[in-house]
T-cell receptor, first 113, second 114 residues
Framework: AQKVTQAQTEISVVEKEDVTLDCVYE???????LFWYKQPPSGELVFLIR??????QNEISGRYSWNFQKSTSSFNFTITASQVVDSAVYFC??????????FGKGTRLSVIA | DVKVTQSSRYLVKRTGEKVFLECVQD?????MFWYRQDPGLGLRLIYF???????EKGDIPEGYSVSREKKERFSLILESASTNQTSMYLC?????????????FGPGTRLLVL
């Protein structure tokens, strides 16, 4: 069965600090996809990234970066030089053979000015 | 840009009422989904649909039904609302043209059942 664990329930950082959100997953499949979504206070989930199991290259997009390590079944998300606008709940999700996603319980990030 | 809209942002209903939550997407996506989100529990899948008039149960379908008469519209129905259905409801859609397509979400409906 698929499972996604986000052990950090809440994180609070001061603006400009770097912060890493952890995501550990479980799957028996060799082919799977991992996702990160952001949910700002407005409520809508915003897609950030999708990564397939065959691509272990790290990804960088502006201040965001993702570290995918199959050896530890982790797909961690780092925000560099955090800003107040980064305050949100972040969800990691996993998909195997079909569209339904399995979500972690989310990490609430608070960035304090 | 993908646009997923939900009929209401906030809704207050009484126990026993029949409640309709509507979701519309404008990207001709085949797949549509309904989730509920509760503190500490994350997102849980209620129902999803791969095509018009097709539906599949998710993890927590009890107390809910769905309707997909048109490709762009996916309705969630609470036949007889109960207080334990007070929650945030999120609709999503995705394209079937590629494996593990990305889901795009609507703004959510916060439902309060009194």
């Amino acid at each position: 069965a698929q499972k996604v664990t986000q052990a950090q329930t809440e994180i609070s950082v001061v603006e400009k600090e770097d912060v890493t959100l952890d995501c550990v997953y479980e799957t028996r499949d060799t082919t799977y996809y991992l996702f990160w979504y952001k949910q700002p206070p407005s409520g809508e989930l915003v897609f950030l990234i999708r990564r397939n199991s065959f691509d272990e290259q790290n990804e960088i997009s502006g201040r965001y970066s993702w570290n995918f390590q199959k050896s530890t079944s982790s797909f961690n998300f780092t925000i560099t030089a955090s800003q107040v606008v980064d305050s949100a709940v972040y969800f990691c999700a996993l998909s195997e053979a079909g569209p339904p996603l399995v979500f972690g319980k989310g990490t609430r990030l608070s960035v304090i000015a | 840009d993908v646009k997923v809209t939900q009929s209401s942002r906030y809704l207050v209903k009484r126990t026993g009422e029949k409640v309709f939550l509507e979701c519309v997407q404008d990207m001709d996506h085949e797949n549509m989904f309904w989730y509920r989100q509760d503190p500490g529990l994350g997102l849980r899948l209620i129902y999803f649909s791969y095509d018009v008039k097709m539906k599949e149960k998710g993890d927590i379908p009890e107390g809910y039904s769905v309707s997909r008469e048109k490709k762009e519209r996916f309705s969630l129905i609470l036949e007889s609302a109960s207080t334990n259905q007070t929650s945030m409801y999120l609709c999503a859609s995705s394209f079937s043209g590629e494996v593990q397509e990305t889901q795009y979400f609507g703004p959510g409906t916060r439902l309060l059942v009194l």
